[in-house]
């Protein structure tokens, strides 16, 4: 079963999702989220589903200096 990791409440939480189309950079979901989740984009499977974690919105991540 395929899953990703999504965040409730400030904590990581684990969701089977079925898989569709891909072409190598995006992937289509075909069902198990509703589309409004925030999604832990990496590193996912570093973490516990309960585990507390910090969201960060995609334009803050591309800002972050590197380094």
Do not use: F, H
């Amino acid at each position: 079963a395929t899953s990703c990791m999504t965040v409730v409440g400030g904590r990581a939480k684990r969701k089977s999702i079925r898989l569709g189309l891909t072409d190598g950079k995006r992937t289509e979901v075909l069902s198990g989220l509703e589309g409004t989740e925030s999604i832990v984009e990496a590193n996912g499977g570093s973490l516990a589903d309960g585990q507390p974690v910090e969201s960060i919105s995609s334009t803050a991540a591309a800002e972050k200096p590197k380094g």
